[in-house]
């Protein structure tokens, strides 16, 4: 059974950067997407990223360039960074892996982590 | 970004009742569209993919339907662990958006 165990820190003043990091345990790590989700009251659920194995990497334009995912293929982990903090930015944020069924069809978020709620407060 | 409008907001139920939500893209999404489960103090959980396949191991009283901008998931027989929020998302175009979701309560 494929699991996703996330771990960072949780509580962050404004304008500090945001590190989580998600090892994927059992199942592979190649022909994945990795994903990175955030869920906050005011926003609902809200996709912040992904990244394929090799590194290339996608993020949702709302961030701007706040957001860098990276991956780790040796330790079978990847990692969220988020630049400069605000109270907006509270929330619960997961990752979860992203599959492709086919070429282009079939894209969904089969496991997700545990979730690590980050509160931004002065 | 593609708006995902979903209705209603909440819903109140029983045990049994058949219950369906909607879900609207701002722009046609083919059938890109998954919908998911979440149960209080859990993450999601998908349950239909591509708009009308049932992932594996999620029971067949889920059913979904729909193509382009609108899309319905369907409930035929609620059952207590049922009484979640659903969530619709589509994966047409980046950023991927979820809808603002579906709270099922018990009535």
């Known amino acids: 059974q494929v699991q996703l165990q996330q771990w960072g820190a949780g509580l962050l003043k404004p304008s500090e950067t945001l590190s989580l990091t998600c090892a994927v345990f059992?199942?592979?790590?190649?022909?994945?997407?990795w994903n990175w989700i955030r869920q906050s009251p005011g926003k609902g659920l809200e996709w912040i990223g992904e990244?394929?194995?090799?590194?290339?990497?996608n993020s949702n334009p709302s961030f701007k360039s706040r957001v860098s995912i990276s991956v780790d293929t040796s330790k079978n982990q990847f990692s969220l960074r988020l630049t400069s903090v605000t109270a907006a930015d509270t929330a619960v944020y997961y990752c979860?892996?992203?599959?492709?069924?086919?070429?282009?069809?079939?894209?969904?978020?089969?496991?997700w982590g545990q979730g690590t709620l980050v509160t931004v407060s002065s | 970004d593609t708006q995902m409008t979903q209705s209603p907001s909440s819903l109140s139920a029983s045990v049994g009742d058949r219950v369906t939500i909607t879900c609207q893209a701002s722009?046609?999404?083919?059938?890109?569209l998954n919908w998911y489960r979440q149960k209080p103090g859990e993450a999601p959980k998908v349950l239909i993919y591509?708009?009308?396949n049932l992932e594996t191991g999620v029971p067949s009283r889920f059913s979904g339907s729909g193509s382009g901008t609108v899309f319905t998931l369907t409930i035929s027989s609620l059952q207590p662990e049922d009484f979640a929020t659903y969530y619709c998302?589509?994966?047409?175009?980046?950023?991927?958006?979820f809808g603002g979701g579906t709270k099922v309560e018990i009535k």
């Open positions: 979860a892996r992203g599959r492709w069924l086919t070429m282009n069809t079939g894209y969904y978020f089969d496991y």
């Open positions: 059992t199942g592979s790590f190649d022909n994945y997407y």
């Open positions: 990244s394929d194995p090799t590194g290339s990497s």
């Open positions: 722009q046609d999404i083919s059938n890109y």
């Open positions: 591509d708009a009308s």
């Open positions: 998302q589509q994966y047409d175009s980046i950023p991927l958006t």
